[in-house]
T-cell receptor, first 117, second 114 residues
Framework: AQKITQTQPGMFVQEKEAVTLDCTYDTSDPSYGLFWYKQPSSGEMIFLIYQGSYDQQNATEGRYSLNFQKARKSANLVISASQLGDSAMYFC??????????????FGKGTLLTVNP | DVKVTQSSRYLVKRTGEKVFLECVQD?????MFWYRQDPGLGLRLIYF???????EKGDIPEGYSVSREKKERFSLILESASTNQTSMYLC?????????????FGSGTRLTVV
């Protein structure tokens, strides 16, 4: 069965510092996608970054980068130069086969990030 | 921008009521999904649909049903609401079914069953 594990229920970081949010995954499928979403207190889920299982390079999107270590099955999110607005819940997710050729996202339980001024 | 709209942000219903949660997307996406989110449990998939009138059970379908009569609309139905269905419900859509397609989410419905 496919599984996403986020071992940090909560993290604290000082404004302007970098922070790494951990994510490990488990799947036997060679083709998969890894995603990170941000959920502020307002409740909406905001897509941050994507990494494909066959991608050679680590994904980057502005201040977000994904540290993809395929052999270790880890996909950690790195946020550089943290801002107060980064305080939110962060979810790691994997898209896996779900009935025929259809794929569904499986989520980790999330990490609550608090950025301190 | 793709928009996924959930009809209610907050909803309070009584035990035993039939509850409809509506979700509409405006970008012709094939796939639509309903999740519930609970503290400490993360997001759990209830049902999903990959075409009009098609539906598949997710991980926790008990107590729920769905309807997809039109491509843009995916409804979640609680046939007889119970207090353990108090939760945040998130609808999502996806352009395709491949592993590289992410989701676009609605803003969620916080349902309280009293």
């Amino acid at each position: 069965a496919q599984k996403i594990t986020q071992t940090q229920p909560g993290m604290f970081v000082q404004e302007k510092e970098a922070v790494t949010l951990d994510c490990t995954y488990d799947t036997s499928d060679p083709s998969y996608g890894l995603f990170w979403y941000k959920q502020p207190s307002s409740g909406e889920m905001i897509f941050l970054i994507y990494q494909g299982s066959y991608d050679q390079q680590n994904a980057t999107e502005g201040r977000y980068s994904l540290n993809f270590q395929k052999a270790r099955k880890s996909a950690n999110l790195v946020i550089s130069a943290s801002q107060l607005g980064d305080s939110a819940m962060y979810f790691c997710a994997m898209r896996v086969p779900g009935g025929g050729s259809n794929y569904k996202l499986t989520f980790g339980k999330g990490t609550l990030l608090t950025v301190n001024p | 921008d793709v928009k996924v709209t959930q009809s209610s942000r907050y909803l309070v219903k009584r035990t035993g009521e039939k509850v409809f949660l509506e979700c509409v997307q405006d970008m012709d996406h094939e796939n639509m999904f309903w999740y519930r989110q609970d503290p400490g449990l993360g997001l759990r998939l209830i049902y999903f649909s990959y075409d009009v009138k098609m539906k598949e059970k997710g991980d926790i379908p008990e107590g729920y049903s769905v309807s997809r009569e039109k491509k843009e609309r995916f409804s979640l139905i609680l046939e007889s609401a119970s207090t353990n269905q108090t939760s945040m419900y998130l609808c999502a859509s996806s352009l395709g079914a491949g592993a590289h397609y992410g989701y676009t989410f609605g803003s969620g419905t916080r349902l309280t069953v009293v």
